[in-house]
């Protein structure tokens, strides 16, 4: 089990940039699964990204693909969002999410989770 803590929210104009981070305690950060999830209000949590062990497996979401880059480094037990060219349906509370046997687009499959960190993109 990792304790996860979101950071680097805010409040941005459609186009701009933000970079979200996530920090993890535990000595076995780089085994797991990482991933992001966000939920505005009044609707249903949605996948981001993911990210196993290494760059070469990475999954994105249709709606952020071109646009958002998930990463890691395991030296800082840290995973990152690089989020580019926002726009406002991209609005809404952004979680980090962590699993020691799953990867996947599926929330209820990760174990572990952050307190979650607000993005708002004005128009």
């Known amino acids: 089990q990792v304790q996860l803590v979101e950071s680097g929210g805010g409040l941005v104009q459609a186009g701009g940039s933000l970079r979200l981070s996530c920090a993890a305690s535990?000595?076995?950060?780089?085994?797991?699964?990482m991933a992001w999830f966000r939920q505005a209000p009044g609707k249903e949590r949605e996948f981001v990204a993911a990210m196993k062990v290494t760059v070469f497996n990475v999954m994105l979401g249709d709606s952020v693909k071109g646009r958002f880059t998930i990463s890691r480094d395991n030296a800082k037990n840290t995973v990152y969002l690089q989020m580019n060219n926002l726009k406002p349906e991209d609005t809404a509370v952004y979680y980090c999410?962590?699993?020691?046997?799953?990867?996947?687009?599926?929330?209820?499959?990760?174990?572990?989770w952050g307190q979650g960190t607000q993005v708002t993109v004005s128009s």
């Open positions: 535990g000595r076995t950060f780089s085994t797991y699964t």
């Open positions: 999410a962590a699993s020691r046997t799953t990867y996947s687009r599926s929330d209820n499959r990760y174990e572990d």
